[in-house]
């Protein structure tokens, strides 16, 4: 096949796509004028410009231009029920008739609260915020406040949110630590601060030596080590067989602080992956699901440690928000968690199993080197064989893929899929079984698509 005939299939894949969009590119022109590449999140941008979406019902999302898409991302994990489920909408109007936000304490936030700690294992206080970021940036002020010491130990590729202390190694790095072999080399976020290095550590994901090795190096000055219990932006990758409870035996070894950030991972049981996995961490930063679809953080862990946030006491660590606890977020929120039982958690993850195991099927029988990993409800395509046990693993896949992970998620928006352009896929209760053999069936027609790319351009992915 010649590059001309693989130019066309990319060519054809795109051009399908703007048939279907013209709307959306005249709503990204116009946004370009305000927004910097016409774009407010950056996770949600792909090229040559996204769809714009004007509706959500269950596991559906309509876009200006009149499309239909099952959605395989609820916002990013999110959406835990899907786009407007009737009890959280009939929990949110109720609250709104009263008001969303009074700048006083009220009861839901403390039913709410409440709720969650009767879930999750390390929750014996907690806070609320409005993002996952700010659950991990409180929760690493907590720990730097009640350990006295500085430093923090993070996984390379691990993704916290947006403040500076954590924009280190997001995006993986290799090479070596000098005086610490095996470490990944340590570099920032361009819009970060150089210093944060002199207080962020960094270890491959699932790699216990590593972590041994700087709380040996550094054991009176690290406050806490932190970490994504799977990671997620970096590719759903699952801890191995002893991983956590290592952590948790080096940390108390080492008086040193855990914190697991549960932002996404909180869905794969009733109070997270401490629950499912029986290991307790002293502080936890969650997100996402637990604000029903309204902006939401928190942070929470063992009772001495939050005490430092009590405002009766004298120089208590000072924690505010406009927003914190709003009414209208702990209304949603806590209608969605009652709805989150275990036969829902037992119906996504089960779903979630399917879909994995049908992806890894597509790969096979159109003999491309490919995978899905993830626990539970969550998903990752990736596009390498071999056990995927690190971040710097997980990305290798995506320069092997070339140009295929970008006109993969332009295929399945073509054939009525909204998913992550990275090839994240998440599960809602409002699926069932029939919507996860659909999008099989599609993902293995667009893979049996893109093959000829593969045959040409990355015949090191042919599985045979």
Known sequence: MTD?????????????YRQRTPKAAEHNARAKHCFPGGDTRTATFYQPYPAYMVKGQGCLLYDVDGNQYIDMLSNYTSLIHGHAHPKIM?????QLENGSVFGSATEIQYIHAEHLCARVPSLEQMRYGNSGTEGTLFAMRAARAFSGKEMFIK????????????EVNVFPGSGTEPGAAGLPARHVEPSAPLSVLNDILVVPFNDLDAVEILLKKYEDKIAAVILEPMLGALGMVTPQDGYLKGLRELTESYGVLLIFDEVIT???STGGIQKSEGVTPDLTAMGKIIGGGFPVGAFGGRKDIMALFDPNQPNAVFHSGTFNGTDIVMAAGLATLELYDQTAVDQVNALGEKLRNGVNQ???????????TGLGSLAQIHWRPGEITNALESVEGFFLAGELPKFLHLELMNRGFYCAKRGMLVISTAMDET???KFLEEFAEALDLLKPYVVEKAPHLLAG
């Open 155 to 166: 996984m390379d590729g691990g993704y916290h949110g947006s403040h500076d202390f954590i």
């Open 90 to 94: 009939e929990a949110v109007r109720a």
């Open 435 to 437: 919507i996860v053999d």
């Open 362 to 372: 597509a790969f096979k029988k159109a003999d491309i080197t490919g995978q899905a």
């Open 4 to 16: 001309k005939r693989l130019h066309e299939i990319f060519r054809d894949i795109e051009e399908r």
């Open 266 to 268: 909180f869905r794969i």
